[in-house]
């Protein structure tokens, strides 16, 4: 920030006392119809927003940097501001120019943050926007566009940042530490940074938090409740930037337990492509291809129950007897959702009646949601949890349509959006600011007569007041008694003493009629705040009757069969389909896919065969299971899992310097060491970056670790044909491919899954169909006789490792060499330097000739 020394008008003065209240922040200075920004705000901003940079005094010595937008088209810009992490400050007049004695007053009528958007209509509906705390290893979170608050206890930063990634944290709230001493001890949950600048913070977490603001906030006074201190700073942060309306409209605090949930990593999201594709989109993920939802809402609370699937199975068979209940019955199915259809997004519709630029159609638009939320849940046959509170909801919309005119205009300081009726005083005011437009009416025709102008028009607007206009072309007729007040290219404006006097009445009828409305809307402002949990009870009912039917009627639409779970652990899934992949395809082969416990279903084969998306499919028909949906099979008994972890495929993390094998074995390391009993695994090709050799050793260590772990089910992948032998030792072992069939070098994939390995890898075949030239083809093949013939040795599969091997006599050294390796042992490299390290190298190598 900036500050010229030199003297500064009163403009800048006043200005300059806003910015330094709120140095971190964008300020948009309102000025007429104009948001200006200044100085490094307006450096900072224009690139970002895509405006012109200007300046202001161009030919002065200080020249201030400048750019400006129409104040009614600040929500675009203001949202990319966000978007970037910025905090924005908006900096109102909040006094009349008019009525100005010098400088007109302003003052920051609104702070914005990533969290906490200038309009929530600009939000994508179908995903929430969460504000997060996280302190002492609670997680806290609030959603103010839809009310929604909920926390987790007990979680490590790891957790963190997964339950983050999972819920769209958009920013992080923390609080206002210093950062320890290097080498000292700190708990889990401080290895979260402190923020420190705009947008700074620890490197170790950048990718995670890449796209998360980091702000922090004041200490503050904590009650003695249940809730966890993290809860009490992010109501505090809320407090101190935002309005009493948006506190008043959150849902108490409901805690989620982690531990009560399948454990989905944020690496097993995106291997399964759960919310986004691989590409980034979300078109084509799993999460568009089943949602069936018809409010914005329901698509919010599906996502949920998605990211946090059950593993308690009473309640996962109380959902299943929901869905099971609305599959009997098409007809109310069909009905309740064509209902649905018409509700609109209620828990939007009811915040954004606590923003600034809520109008008299957003309660109107409130009360025609809570009359059809009424309606689509008695037209279900809901049972009605508190009938005092349908009543007082109905009530209210009522009021709030008994009130506000049919079509309000937007603005809510120009009065008209409030019925007759409703007061005498209202009643008064609206005859005579509507007499009085008759009065004009009538003005305009006998001037027309008296002066024989027949185009001559009595008009209005904010700077000049009423006026008459007259054309260049009959100015000529303009009586004496005509005032010029304003002169056009093509017209000139004219005044009289008696449109001077009407002027002044309709003018103080209608203002004094704008101040009465906009009291009245106050009041119902208030009156909806004070309703706000009772409205968004009524929407969250709405949304799990959404989530309900929209799964049920999925279920019908695709031919899905309702879920088992087996005590065993043992897996059976009949004509199994992928659930996105078959909805893109014209025809699915579905497979039977058995799996003992313990098991592990080892796939060999080519590549564009199926291995994966079979893989995918177990893993999408697990999720679905214990989200308390039907799944795509004729059959399905699956065990209840608690972790699903996968590998598949990996792309170059560059950002942070890893390479793909090297993103590969960090995924694997954390699958070893957070897999529990009761973990489903998906590996795919595991071991594939690296040479033929280590990646052979790795992916057997790996399948032997899990073997021997006994995880509930493993899915395992490869191209490594060797692994197969492993059956020999390993019963769990189940190989199985992908079948094929070769006809004169050509190849067809048939996608049915058979039981032993595969023969062949058929590598060159793929290639031709991939469309690699035939000159490369033909001198493949020709390479490959050639190994055949010549027998190169092959690779065979290592004995696995017995738990306590036999003591075995080591190799003889001769005494130099032992010296030598003596020596090596205890060279201690670390505090060498490498000239020293080469010259002592040199001085082995002579020992050694």
């Known amino acids: 920030m900036t500050e010229?020394?030199?003297?500064?008008?009163?403009?800048?003065?006043?200005?300059?006392?806003?910015?330094s209240a709120h140095p971190d922040k964008v300020l948009f200075f309102r000025m007429g119809d104009f948001y200006e920004m200044f100085f490094e705000d307006a450096v900072t901003a224009a690139p970002v927003i895509g405006i012109a940079l200007t300046s202001r005094n161009k030919k002065?010595?200080?020249?201030?940097?400048?750019?400006g937008l129409p104040h009614h088209a600040v929500a675009g810009p203001i949202n990319k501001l966000l978007a970037k992490g910025f905090k924005v400050a908006l900096c109102d007049q909040i006094e009349d120019p008019k009525l100005a004695k010098g400088i007109v007053k302003r003052a920051v009528t609104r702070i914005l943050t990533p969290g906490m958007v200038y309009d929530y209509n600009t939000l994508n509906p179908q995903q929430s926007n969460y504000l997060g705390c996280y302190e002492e290893g609670a997680l806290s979170c609030v959603e103010p566009s839809t009310g929604d608050c909920l926390f987790f206890r007990s979680l490590s930063a790891e957790e963190c940042l997964r339950m983050m990634e999972i819920l769209g944290v958009v920013e992080l709230v923390l609080p206002n530490k210093p950062d320890p001493e290097p080498g000292s001890d700190r708990a889990p949950e401080q290895t979260l940074p402190s923020f420190k600048g705009t947008r700074s913070f620890h490197s170790s977490l950048q990718s995670s938090l890449q796209n998360t603001a980091l702000i922090t906030a004041p200490e503050f006074s904590k009650t003695k409740d249940a809730l966890p201190r993290s809860a009490h700073r992010l109501l505090s942060y809320l407090e101190a930037i935002s309005k009493p309306e948006v506190l008043a409209m959150l849902r108490p605090f409901r805690e989620l337990q982690s531990q009560g949930r399948m454990e989905l990593s944020s690496q097993t999201l995106r291997h399964l492509e759960i919310f986004k594709t691989f590409s980034g989109e979300e078109e084509g993920g799993f999460f568009a291809a089943i949602d069936r939802t018809k409010t914005s809402s329901g698509s919010r609370r599906l996502r949920q129950k998605i990211a946090f699937p059950l593993i308690d199975e009473a309640s996962i068979q109380a959902q299943l007897n929901e869905l099971s209940d609305w599959m009997k019955d098409s007809f109310l199915l069909t009905e309740t959702r064509a209902e649905l259809g018409r509700l609109g997004d209620l828990e939007r519709r009811l915040t954004r009646i606590g923003q600034t630029q809520s109008s008299a159609r957003d309660l109107l638009l409130l009360a025609e949601g809570i009359d059809k939320g009424l309606d689509v849940l008695r037209a279900a046959k809901v049972k009605e949890k508190d009938p005092e509170a349908s009543l007082a909801l109905t009530a209210l919309a009522d009021e709030l349509k008994k009130h506000i005119v049919e079509d309000p205009p937007l603005a809510i300081t120009q009065g008209g959006m409030i019925r007759k009726g409703i007061t005498e005083s209202l009643d008064e005011q609206i005859d005579l600011s509507s007499n009085g437009q008759e009065i004009l009416q009538q003005m305009e025709a006998r001037e027309r007569e008296a002066t024989g102008i027949s185009s001559l028009k009595i008009r209005f607007n904010g700077v000049f007041g009423y006026y008459i206009e007259v054309t260049n072309s009959h100015l000529a007729k303009v009586p004496d008694r005509f005032m010029r007040k304003q002169t056009l290219a093509g017209a000139e404006r004219f005044s009289t003493p008696e449109l001077v006097e009407l002027e002044q009445k309709i003018l103080s009828a209608q203002a004094r009629r704008s101040e009465i409305e906009l009291q009245i809307f106050q009041d119902l402002k208030?009156?909806?705040?004070?309703?706000?949990?009772?409205?968004?009870?009524?929407a969250l009912d709405c949304s799990e009757l959404d989530v309900q039917t929209s799964l049920a009627y999925l279920a019908l639409e695709r031919s899905y069969v309702r879920p088992n779970f087996r005590n065993d652990r043992g897996l059976s899934l009949k004509a199994a389909r992928h659930p996105v992949v078959e909805q893109k395809v014209q025809q699915f082969i579905p497979n039977d896919i058995e799996l003992g416990s313990g098991d592990c279903l080892l796939l060999t084969g080519p590549n564009m065969a199926g291995k994966s998306t079979l893989m995918r499919q177990v893993a999408l028909i697990q999720i679905m299971a214990q989200m308390g949906s039907y799944v795509p099979c004729t059959s399905a008994k699956l065990p209840l899992c608690e972790q699903i972890f996968t590998r598949i495929g990996a792309?170059?993390?560059?950002?942070?310097?890893?390479?793909?094998f090297m993103v590969e074995m960090t995924e694997t390391a954390e699958m070893i060491k957070n897999a529990g009993p009761k973990a489903l695994l998906i590996l795919d090709e595991v071991g594939r970056g690296t040479s033929t050799y280590d990646g052979l050793s790795l992916a057997q260590a790996l399948l032997e670790h899990f073997l021997k772990t006994k995880v509930s089910s493993i899915f395992f992948a490869t191209h490594y044909h060797e692994l197969t032998k492993l059956s020999d030792q390993f019963s769990q072992i189940k190989n199985a491919h992908m079948s094929v069939i070769e006809r004169k070098n050509e190849i067809q994939f048939l996608h049915t899954l058979k039981a032993g390995?595969?023969?062949k890898s058929y590598g060159i075949?793929?290639?031709?169909?991939?469309?690699?030239?035939?000159?490369?083809?033909?001198?493949?093949?020709?390479?490959?006789?050639?190994?055949?013939?010549?027998?190169?040795?092959?690779?065979s599969i290592f004995d696995p490792v017995e738990e306590n091997p036999a003591p075995t006599m080591g190799p003889t050294f001769s005494p130099e060499m032992q010296l030598a390796l003596k020596a090596i042992k205890e060279f201690e490299l670390?505090?060498?330097?490498?000239?020293?390290a080469m010259m002592k190298i040199r001085e082995w190598q002579k020992a050694l000739d």
Do not use: F, H
């Open 757 to 759: 390995p595969a023969q």
């Open 4 to 19: 010229t020394t030199k003297p500064q008008t009163p403009l800048m003065q006043q200005y300059w006392s806003i910015k």
């Open 830 to 836: 670390e505090r060498t330097t490498p000239l020293d």
């Open 526 to 538: 208030k009156l909806v705040l004070d309703s706000s949990q009772l409205i968004l009870g009524l």
């Open 60 to 67: 002065a010595a200080d020249e201030t940097p400048m750019c």
């Open 651 to 660: 792309s170059d993390n560059l950002a942070q310097g890893l390479s793909t």
């Open 765 to 795: 075949q793929v290639a031709r169909l991939a469309g690699v030239p035939k000159p490369v083809i033909d001198r493949a093949n020709e390479i490959l006789r050639g190994l055949e013939t010549a027998g190169p040795k092959q690779l």
